[in-house]
């Protein structure tokens, strides 16, 4: 399942952002790729353990625990510190799978069930750098204004294409679901998305409003891992 989720952070929150950004060192993105990705790899990140990268992060972290249709669409269980990438021109990153298991400060281990990629840069601003998603049914080109989140499963084949102009910059992190297979995920949001529109139409004691949010919230019980 893929959603994009619009205006995650707001013009003020943006705006910090990139001043922090703008006056931050850059490193090599491959010290944080694994054996196979860093042949691939071609990218600037912040350092992970910087003031500016944990400050940063904690920004996103704020503006992801405030929107709703993050939270059904990841159902996160947990959530990986956000880190910070920059492709100039030329720098791409090949087709490559996410690792399966990320540390958390403190030691304790993640599952990547859910790739988050939240954009920085007004895609007005350069040219290529489009996230691409492979899946069953084919590849997904993604490119979003600036404050705007892709999510997407981790399990996927994914790539960013070469910038052939500009700066592209984001932040990515991954999350460990409540929910680890995809497809009820999957069922999940839509059904929490159905139910959202059933409120607007009908009274919240309605049998069913009740009932749909009965059963969402059971499936819930069934398939989660806490």
């Not at 920059?86 to 990153?93: A, K, L, N, Q």
């Not at 399990?155 to 500009?166: F, I």
Request: aromatic share 8%.
């Amino acid at each position: 399942m893929l959603v994009t989720i619009p205006d995650v952070l707001s013009a003020e929150e943006l705006a910090h952002i990139r001043r922090v950004l703008e006056g931050t060192q850059w490193v090599d993105g491959r010290v944080t790729a694994g054996d196979q990705a860093v042949k691939v790899k071609n990218n600037l990140q912040v350092p992970i353990d910087s003031p500016a990268a944990q400050e940063l992060g904690q920004i996103v972290l704020g503006a992801l625990g405030r929107n709703a249709k993050f939270m059904t669409a990841a159902l996160p269980l947990r959530v990986l510190p956000p880190m910070f990438n920059r492709y100039d021109e030329g720098m791409t990153f090949g087709a490559h799978v996410d690792g399966s298991i990320r540390t958390l400060p403190g030691g304790q281990r993640l599952r990547t069930d859910v790739s988050s990629t939240l954009f920085l840069t007004p895609p007005e601003d350069y040219d290529g750098g489009e996230l691409v998603v492979h899946d069953t049914y084919g590849k997904h080109t993604v490119k979003l204004p600036a404050g705007h989140l892709v999510v997407y499963p981790a399990t996927s084949m994914h790539s960013v294409t070469p910038v052939t102009r500009g700066s592209r910059w984001g932040s990515f992190f991954w999350s460990q679901s409540m929910v680890k297979d995809d497809w009820r995920r999957h069922m999940l949001y839509d059904l929490d998305m159905s139910i959202m529109s059933v409120r607007e139409r009908l009274a919240d004691d309605d049998p069913a409003v009740v009932g749909l949010t009965a059963h969402y919230h059971n499936l819930i019980r069934a398939w989660s891992e806490t």
